[in-house]
């Protein structure tokens, strides 16, 4: 058991958006048993009373591996299209040990700035490389404590065909539909408390073929799995869709019937008021990525209409290349700064930036009893000192501080299914400078 004592303030973002100061939270095995004031001290006693406590962050969108090609010169102020060809060759390279340590040390940079659930898009697969890739995320995952859904992305459309990528890192559609099998499987947990969901996600419409995209869709309904993908995030690939199929990118999915409350698309930028409109009505997802959509010049998303409309939308870091930092309360930031650039100052407060990176992106991920304080739901929660220097000054209203100030992202305790993970500041059993120097030797040797 943990308790969590006299916590100085608590937002619970429960139905009622309830907020507590001096309660304590009371935590036995994987959840929050209790929630009141003056509960009977017993198991480990944490002193909260300078502390904020919020629920865990969810990060929906990734690309672990690009760690190792975060702010290559050659890509540093290039759009979409020109940006990804310009990595390929170098991500040609990459191999599985380049791939466990860049999954871990972004799992490390996720933890300390506040995330205890994170997706990762994998769709990286080079020709030759025949390790199993997400068998390497699980257990990496599992090894630090971090909630996972991890994604079996995938490329099978190379040049030749009429895709974006080089034909060295294309698979043949039956060898991902082989591969998003297994891991179902072999990884996919759908209980309440599950460390680990597995979602389907062919990259973009740009490098996979259609055909890949209807097998999955079955194969993801037949299995009872979320999908995922990258939709609407530049006008390039809208052009793309065009040319090539006759259709706009939302009903190019509509015809593959990639609609409703399993699905959820990446970026979703460029979407006009019909599709918002059917995003809406269909229960569809969108992973809002504010950093990487500003670093590549991508535009900004219609977030504020969204949640007017009540599409449903969680945060992302995207990857590491693109933003070029795994820091998701930097993220909660940026998505209430960039929605006023463009609808004003009411464009997203600090609470509504909170509550997609909590609630919107556990329901993206289907995590059923995550993203909330409440009682039943699982111990995901933060601990974040309100006596930094950095929040002097703004305690008239400690839960926007974290949103509103900040030279530094990170939490102080971060506690997930129970367990505490983030202690001081610290991941627990992580050789931090150890990690950091292998993973710039790996970048290094790939970047020459
Ligand atoms: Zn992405």
């Known amino acids: 058991m943990i308790l969590l ?102 799992i490390v940079e996720l933890l300390k700035t506040g995330a205890t659930t994170t997706s990762d898009h994998h769709y990286l697969y080079p020709v030759g490389l025949t390790g199993d890739v997400m068998g390497i995320q699980v257990e990496v995952a599992r090894e630090l404590g971090i909630r996972f859904a991890p994604t079996r992305g995938s490329m099978t459309m190379g040049v030749k065909s009429g895709g974006l990528p080089p034909e060295e890192l294309v698979e043949p559609d039956d060898t991902v539909l082989r591969d998003m099998q297994r891991v179902i499987e072999e990884f996919h947990d759908p209980s309440d408390f599950s460390m680990t969901r597995i979602i389907l996600a062919p990259c973009s419409p740009f490098n996979v073929t259609l055909e890949l995209m209807r097998e999955t869709e079955s194969l993801a309904r037949s299995y009872g799995v979320f999908m995922h993908t990258h939709l609407a995030e530049t006008l390039d690939e809208e052009r793309y869709c065009i040319d090539r199929y006759g259709k706009r990118p939302l009903s190019l999915m509509e015809d593959l019937n990639w609609l409703g409350p399993d699905v959820y698309f990446a970026h979703g930028i460029w979407f006009n008021d019909e599709e918002l409109k059917v995003l809406a009505d269909t229960g569809t997802g969108v992973s809002h990525c504010p950093s990487s959509n500003m670093r590549l010049g991508s535009g900004i998303a219609r977030i504020r209409e969204m949640l007017d409309l009540g599409v449903r939308v969680g945060l992302g870091v995207d990857g590491s290349a693109s933003n070029d930092s795994s820091d998701m309360l930097g993220e909660v930031r940026n998505a209430m700064l960039l929605q006023r650039v463009r609808y004003g100052p009411a464009g ?87 990690l950091t120097e292998l993973v710039n030797d790996i970048s290094k040797n790939l970047v020459d």
């Open 348 to 434: 997203m407060t600090a609470r509504e930036a909170l509550r997609l990176a909590t609630r919107g992106g556990a329901e993206l991920l289907g995590f059923r009893k995550v993203g909330q304080i409440r009682e039943g739901f699982a111990a995901d929660i933060l601990l974040i000192d309100l006596t930094r220097p950095q929040h002097a000054g703004s305690l008239s209203d400690p839960v926007a501080s974290v949103v509103f100030t900040g030279f530094s992202h990170e939490v102080d305790y971060s506690i997930i299914n129970g367990k505490i993970v983030v202690e001081k500041g610290r991941v627990k059993g992580v050789d931090e400078e150890r």
């Open 5 to 106: 004592k006299n916590c100085r303030y608590i937002a619970t973002f429960d139905d009622e958006n309830r907020e507590l100061e001096g309660y304590d939270i009371l935590i036995d095995g994987k959840s929050i048993v209790k929630i009141g004031e003056n509960i009977p001290e017993r198991g480990e006693v944490i002193d909260c009373s300078r502390h904020l406590a919020i629920p865990g962050l969810v990060n929906t969108h990734h690309h672990f591996f690009q760690i190792l090609t975060r702010n290559l010169k050659g890509a540093q102020n290039a759009g979409l299209f020109d940006w990804l060809i310009f990595h390929y060759p170098v991500w040609m390279k990459i191999d599985e040990e380049a791939i466990y340590y860049a999954t871990k040390l972004a």
